[in-house]
């Protein structure tokens, strides 16, 4: 099943239609303009980086560039690959302030993605890791240009799809991670560049409880 979010011009958070899981969407949570502004200057000012990883002992590089931005303590770890952050920029925070308002958490971290075309994706996953905590919110920022991002029910083997468009918010909490796999599907279909922020909260082992 697949659902045209914009369609129905969500202009704040709504929950998805997902059985077991705890997700939201808003459409326009940024202008186009602002969008555009932000996705130009994020692809000017972070220090993008394509990575391998180890795939039946072959170095694959993965489809899309990335940048890890947070706190001295956030390494970030998957398939063989830890990611050492960067300092968060301006407007990386200023984001970040905004998010952490509006859905009363905090964040501590942000995985910037640019899929430079419709060869460009990432596979289906969960943000199950355990630094992240046991119901981690993420909140996953969109600019550029639209994509379906899809689910997958574990329990059911169900998949529902979802347009997610330039200036959209989608935040996943609760059970969302051990119910469900994520992922952007890559496509056949001519698409230009898309920039997402996935800002998280990540554990520090060296703070008091
Ligand atoms: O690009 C997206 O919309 C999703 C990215 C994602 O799932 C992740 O960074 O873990
Ligand atoms: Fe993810």
Redesign the pocket.
């Known amino acids: 099943m697949q659902f045209n979010l914009f369609a129905n011009q969500v202009t704040s958070l709504a929950a998805l239609p997902l059985p077991d899981a705890d997700v939201l969407y808003q459409a326009g949570w940024l202008s186009a303009v602002e969008s555009n502004q932000l996705a130009a200057q994020l692809q000017k000012e972070l220090p993008w980086r394509q990575d391998s990883i180890k795939l039946y002992g072959r170095e694959v590089k993965i489809p899309r560039l990335q940048s890890w931005h947070g706190a001295p303590h956030c390494h970030y770890q998957y398939s063989n690959l830890s990611l050492t952050p960067q300092r968060m920029t301006a407007s990386l925070s200023h984001i970040q302030q905004r998010l952490q308002r509006e859905l009363a958490c905090q964040f501590n971290c942000v995985?910037a993605?640019w899929?430079r075309d419709g060869q460009d994706g990432?596979g289906m996953?969960a943000?199950d890791e355990p630094e992240l905590g046991a119901q981690p919110v993420?909140a996953?920022l969109?600019l550029g240009a639209a994509?379906k991002?899809s689910f997958k029910h574990l329990a059911s083997g169900k998949r529902t799809d979802f347009i997610?468009e330039p200036g959209s918010l989608?935040v996943m909490r609760g059970a969302t991670q051990q119910h469900y796999h994520?992922?952007?599907a890559k496509t056949r279909k001519p698409v230009s560049d898309?920039i997402?922020l996935?800002y998280r909260y990540i554990i520090d082992p060296g703070a008091n409880q």
């Open positions: 995985l993605n899929y990432m996953h943000d993420i996953s969109s994509r991002f997610l989608l994520h992922g952007l898309r997402n996935t």
